[in-house]
């Protein structure tokens, strides 16, 4: 995909520019040929790294899966010997790095020549670590101290050993310049941006369609944001199943203790994967499980046939959700009461305390 005219001006880093026409595009990272994507109308806004407000632009492709835009002509070195840069960065909704096209011209490297094949795909797989070690360095410490055979990059200077593997040879301030731009702060920003945009019709639903996106839907209601019950607890249930993707498993545990328990279906439905749940599995739901002030007569009657006097402590976590239940059995109470005679002081004073 060429990025298309848009019928709007964008502050960039230095100058303002319209885009009155199509741009000549030098080089597009394969992802983004992969896509079709158009503008979406609104005015959108984040901070760069300087704390000042930059533009971006909403973008959706055609199945409606939003991403972000931003367009940035920037010089990329101290001295000013350097050629700007005139690029466009693209990011996933979640912030997420997505690929980045150049415009105008090649970019270029210390003597001036041009980026190859193989310097855009280094360069590529740099801007895609999140955690490069670019994100440690300033811009004045990517060189060691002048000496007289070395100038790099319009600076005198080698640059370090440990920044030069994290950058494209002879071109490690563009490369520098580039990371920042798209790593440091863009990614909660975009995230939040894409939160806002919740609200309107179908969004969402667009989201959860495309199953790449829901485990950012979950994040958003771990980091505390708004997500509506039946989708929170939808991905919350799928999350508590998937063992081979401890990520999402850990995070589905975190969601579950933020998770609104006065649906006792969605209780129903947890009690039924707790009944597959290994012994520290088990503790760590029901330690996971608050905001719950009524038990379902399902789930009550699960953690009461899983009680066994020969696992103390489990029992000690059982009680704590079995206390919620609308009666106590005979079987609880009978339990109990033998807690109640433990040796270990902490299981005996939870048994007192039921």
């Known amino acids: 995909m060429i990025f298309k005219a848009l019928q709007l001006c964008l502050w960039c880093t230095f100058p303002l520019f319209c885009f009155g026409m199509e741009e000549k595009v030098f080089f597009q990272s394969d992802k983004l040929k992969q896509l079709n994507l158009k503008v979406v109308e609104g005015e959108y806004t984040m ?203 850990v995070l589905a545990m975190r969601a579950l203790s933020l998770a609104r328990m006065e649906d006792e279906a969605f209780q129903d439905k947890l009690a039924t994967i707790y009944r597959q749940l290994s012994v520290t599995e088990k503790v760590e739901m029901i330690s996971s499980i608050r905001n719950i002030e009524s038990l379902s007569t399902f789930f009550y009657k699960v953690l009461e046939d899983d009680l066994n006097l020969e696992n103390p402590w489990l029992c000690v976590r059982q009680l704590q959700l079995l206390k919620h239940g609308k009666t106590q059995s005979q079987k609880v109470r009978s339990v109990v009461e033998k807690l109640k005679l433990s040796e270990i002081p902490a299981v005996r004073k939870a048994a007192l305390e039921f």
């Not at 533009?55 to 350097?82: A, S």
């Not at 005139?86 to 270029?108: K, S």
């Not at 639903?205 to 607890?233: N, P, T």
């Open 47 to 249: 901070e760069d790294d300087k704390m000042k407000s930059v533009p971006v632009i909403q973008m959706i492709d055609e199945q409606g899966i939003p991403y972000w835009y931003r367009r940035v002509f920037t010089e990329v070195c101290l001295t000013g010997e350097c050629r700007p840069v005139d690029v466009g960065i693209y990011w996933e909704c979640t912030g997420d790095f997505l690929g980045l096209e150049v415009y105008r011209e090649p970019l270029t490297k210390t003597d001036h020549s041009d980026f190859g094949v193989w310097d855009y795909r280094k360069l590529m797989s740099i801007l895609e670590n999140d955690w490069s070690a670019l994100r440690e360095y300033d811009f004045e410490e990517l060189v060691n101290e002048p000496s007289e055979d070395n100038d790099v990059d319009g600076i005198s200077g080698a640059t370090r050993k440990e920044v030069a593997k994290e950058a494209v040879e002879n071109a490690v301030y563009t490369t520098y310049t580039l990371w920042h731009l798209i790593h440091l702060g863009e990614k909660e920003q975009l995230a939040g941006l894409s939160y806002q945009q919740f609200g309107k019709q179908g969004y969402l639903d667009k989201l959860m369609s495309d199953g790449r996106y829901r485990k950012f839907v979950l994040e958003l209601f771990v980091q505390g944001k708004d997500i509506h019950a039946s989708v929170s607890q939808t991905l919350i249930l799928e999350g508590l199943e998937k063992k081979d993707d401890k990520e999402v498993n």
